[in-house]
């Protein structure tokens, strides 16, 4: 298992607020493909039910709040086919450079919370609310546990 | 079933950094609050001292923030990147930021 968004992306949240610099997650999800031609960055139908992806923001006086995605350049090394690209391909160069500073928006923002307690729930609050969440009497279900807890998300352009 | 349906209105965003705008107010309230560490980001111990590491001889701001951007988009860093994030993030790691939250 490797790591994914949520945890590469978190890493670089602790390492710049810890040298000072204001940094946050930002948890959303892609909904559509990329126009920049990356087929690991965006939809290819129009299922989004796993596309949960979050993204970073770090603060800098002179810029105010910067659009980062590390975890996206590592995801276009490990998986844009035919995948495990070197650095000096280019689109992984470009992917670098492109990662700091802009996001392509084939992707929304829902929230920068963590830790989040979930309206009328007596349960743990949840490190983050990127997924669907639901409770039975029975207590909260896994939302990564298909046979137990079924969603789809899809989406759809609009004029 | 419970259906939810949402509109939204995208626009690519992109900050042009070769140029020192002035940034819109942002208060001190929000910047120290996105400074604080939390129950699964810790920002002392082995963070901190990889951070020091990782922007050993960045004096600006920007230069700190693009070094731990490259630390993490090496490809040696990349490979290893499971490794480092249980060094990282230590006993909290595997269970809250990689098992329980991460769809393999």
Redesign the interface.
């Known amino acids: 298992m490797g790591g994914k968004c949520a945890d590469l992306n978190a890493l670089y949240v602790g390492l710049a607020r810890s040298v000072g610099l204001p940094a946050r997650h930002v948890y959303g999800l892609r909904i559509a493909k990329s126009d920049l031609g990356y087929k690991s960055l965006g939809l290819a139908t129009d299922k989004a039910t796993k596309g949960q992806h979050r993204r970073t923001e770090v603060y800098l006086r002179e810029h105010g709040w910067v659009p980062v995605d590390p975890a996206d350049v590592r995801k276009v090394v490990l998986e844009e086919p035919p995948g495990n690209r070197p650095l000096s391909d280019e689109m992984v160069s470009k992917a670098r450079q492109r990662l700091f500073g802009s996001w392509e928006m084939n992707w929304m923002a829902y929230n920068y919370a963590h830790d989040v307690a979930l309206p009328g729930s007596a349960k743990q609050p949840v490190v983050y609310f990127m997924y669907p969440q639901a409770e039975t009497v029975e207590g909260r279900v896994d939302p990564f546990d298909p046979d137990n807890f079924k969603y789809e998300i899809t989406e759809k352009e609009m004029s | 079933m419970l259906t939810l349906t949402s ?2 209105s ?8 070769s140029v ?2 002035k ?2 107010h ?1 208060s001190k309230a ?3 609050y ?11 111990g082995i ?2 001292e ?3 590491k ?2 050993a001889g960045a004096t600006t ?2 230069e ?3 070094a ?2 490259g ?5 040696s860093a ?1 490979r290893r ?2 490794a ?2 249980a060094a ?2 230590g006993s909290c ?1 595997s269970r ?3 098992v ?5």
């Open positions: 509109h939204v995208l626009k690519n965003y992109a900050v042009d950094l020192l705008a940034a819109p942002v929000e910047l120290d996105f400074l604080l560490p939390s129950r699964y980001v810790p920002t002392d963070v901190k990889t951070a020091l990782a922007t701001e920007m700190k923030a693009r731990i951007y630390w993490w988009t090496t490809p990349i990147s499971a480092a994030a990282i993030f790691w809250a930021i990689w329980e939250n991460v769809p393999t």
